[in-house]
């Protein structure tokens, strides 16, 4: 009779294990090979960890492209390309609402993840989204006329269809409350990460790499895409007024695609006095990235909307300096680890560029607060976070 209920008991275990497997659809459409921003690292960085560590779950990768095989990152992942590439309004819709329902519809996933805030609405397959931030709802003149307009249609409509939403601050998820009216309860809050490969350097690491930008000479850093959000416009005001108050040959380092270069941000730039100070590297494999990160003076993060702000945790692994703005979700990522200006304020970032280059000992202060802030947010943390919000979106 014992020999019974445990070969019962076996059973249950087995069969208990056997619905809980989960076949899951991911639109994987931004993880391009050399091209990953900040959504691309959200996407590489947590599903990495996911298909790996749940190797009894299988997973889709809808690719709109040809793929590099290093984004198959283990046996449980069947790669699925679907044409044509979802890169405008028109081919959003076209991938959304026709190629993907057909897709859905023969593999019968039991969801549909998209990491990058789109979702099929024609689609009955349960799915769950991932706004990173509703910057397009606070200032869509810095968006392309179609594109925000097809941001500002179709977005409350996929926070209301989604069975489950993740975002990457307790700022957005307030905000897309707050925009689209959904319950708090069917929102998590997963937080981003930053990479190992962002540590410190030795100072002949960090000479070597002074010499080979800047001529051996110190400089502050803006690290991400050149879009008006971003706030380039007053970090050129800023950095004039701090060299012309403080003259020195500290420099001042871009790095980013000019993707979304406007008018405006030229016109700041050719009205500097000091523009032969700034220094353009254009987009940096991630590997070189971390090293002028790791030498850099301080990272000017200054931006006027984020729903996270990755640069800033990575500048903590670096032990870099931070100085970023009062608003949105930086206060939350930076904490007590950075000084916070006023982004509307060429004075105010001027006067914190000020106090990272005069004194060592507010830059010590804010590299050991860094410290401590960095445990706070890792890559493994957000996919942990996210498996949670994908399990409770499978049974919703």
């Given at each position: 009779?014992a020999?019974?209920?445990?070969?019962l008991?076996n059973?249950?275990?087995?069969?208990?294990?056997l619905?809980?497997?989960?076949?899951i659809?991911?639109?994987?459409?931004?993880l391009i090979r050399d091209?990953?921003?900040?959504i691309?690292?959200?996407?590489?960085?947590t599903?990495k960890?996911?298909?790996?560590?749940h190797?009894?779950?299988?997973f889709?990768?809808?690719?709109?492209?040809e793929y590099?095989?290093a984004?198959?990152?283990?046996?449980n992942?069947?790669?699925?390309?679907q044409?044509?590439?979802?890169?405008?309004?028109?081919?959003?819709?076209?991938?959304?609402?026709?190629?993907?329902?057909?897709?859905?519809?023969?593999?019968k996933?039991?969801?549909?993840?998209?990491?990058?805030?789109f979702?099929?609405?024609?689609?009955?397959v349960?799915?769950?989204?991932?706004f990173?931030d509703?910057?397009?709802?606070h200032y869509?003149?810095?968006?392309?006329?179609?594109?925000?307009?097809?941001?500002r249609?179709y977005?409350?409509?996929?926070a209301e269809?989604?069975?489950?939403?993740a975002?990457?601050?307790?700022?957005?998820?307030?905000?897309?409350?707050?925009?689209?009216?959904?319950s708090a309860?069917?929102?998590?809050?997963?937080?981003?990460g930053a990479?190992?490969?962002y540590h410190?350097l030795t100072?002949d690491?960090?000479?070597?790499?002074?010499?080979a930008?800047t001529?051996?000479?110190?400089y502050f850093?803006?690290?991400?895409?050149?879009h008006?959000?971003?706030?380039?416009?007053?970090?050129?005001?800023?950095?004039?007024?701090f060299?012309?108050?403080?003259?020195?040959?500290?420099?001042?380092?871009?790095?980013g695609?000019?993707?979304?270069?406007t008018?405006d941000?030229d016109?700041?730039?050719?009205?500097?006095?000091?523009?032969?100070?700034?220094?353009?590297?254009?987009?940096?494999?991630?590997d070189?990235?971390?090293k002028?990160?790791?030498?850099?003076?301080?990272l000017?993060?200054?931006?006027?909307f984020e729903g996270?702000?990755?640069?800033?945790?990575?500048?903590f692994?670096c032990?870099?300096?931070?100085?970023?703005?009062t608003?949105?979700?930086?206060p939350?990522?930076?904490?007590?680890a950075?000084?916070?200006?006023?982004?509307?304020?060429?004075e105010?970032?001027a006067?914190?560029l000020?106090?990272?280059?005069q004194?060592?000992s507010i830059?010590?202060?804010?590299?050991?607060?860094?410290?401590?802030?960095k445990?706070?947010?890792?890559w493994q943390q957000?996919?942990d976070?996210?498996?949670?919000?994908i399990?409770?979106a499978v049974?919703s």
């Amino acid at each position: 009779m014992a020999t019974f209920y445990n070969n019962l008991k076996n059973i249950q275990i087995f069969a208990t294990k056997l619905n809980k497997l989960m076949n899951i659809a991911v639109n994987t459409r931004l993880l391009i090979r050399d091209r990953l921003e900040g959504i691309g690292w959200f996407t590489y960085e947590t599903l990495k960890r996911i298909t790996t560590q749940h190797p009894e779950h299988h997973f889709y990768f809808i690719f709109d492209r040809e793929y590099d095989p290093a984004f198959i990152f283990s046996d449980n992942i069947t790669p699925v390309i679907q044409y044509p590439q979802a890169r405008h309004p028109v081919l959003y819709y076209t991938w959304f609402e026709y190629v993907i329902p057909k897709l859905l519809d023969r593999l019968k996933p039991d969801l549909f993840l998209s990491t990058d805030g789109f979702l099929s609405l024609k689609s009955q397959v349960p799915s769950m989204v991932v706004f990173h931030d509703l910057n397009f709802e606070h200032y869509p003149e810095d968006i392309p006329f179609w594109t925000r307009r097809y941001y500002r249609k179709y977005s409350p409509k996929y926070a209301e269809k989604a069975n489950r939403i993740a975002t990457v601050s307790e700022f957005s998820k307030q905000d897309i409350i707050r925009q689209y009216h959904v319950s708090a309860d069917k929102i998590d809050v997963v937080y981003d990460g930053a990479g190992d490969i962002y540590h410190p350097l030795t100072p002949d690491e960090k000479s070597a790499v002074r010499e080979a930008y800047t001529d051996g000479l110190p400089y502050f850093i803006f690290i991400g895409s050149l879009h008006p959000r971003k706030n380039l416009v007053n970090l050129f005001r800023a950095f004039d007024l701090f060299k012309k108050s403080n003259p020195s040959e500290v420099k001042l380092m871009i790095v980013g695609a000019r993707k979304w270069w406007t008018r405006d941000i030229d016109f700041a730039y050719n009205r500097m006095v000091f523009s032969d100070d700034v220094i353009f590297t254009g987009r940096l494999q991630v590997d070189e990235l971390s090293k002028v990160l790791g030498s850099a003076l301080a990272l000017t993060y200054v931006s006027y909307f984020e729903g996270f702000g990755i640069p800033i945790v990575e500048a903590f692994r670096c032990d870099v300096p931070v100085i970023t703005s009062t608003v949105t979700s930086m206060p939350e990522v930076a904490g007590d680890a950075a000084l916070l200006v006023d982004p509307f304020s060429p004075e105010s970032i001027a006067e914190a560029l000020y106090k990272a280059y005069q004194y060592e000992s507010i830059r010590e202060e804010l590299i050991q607060r860094g410290r401590r802030r960095k445990e706070r947010f890792s890559w493994q943390q957000t996919a942990d976070r996210l498996w949670e919000s994908i399990e409770h979106a499978v049974k919703s």
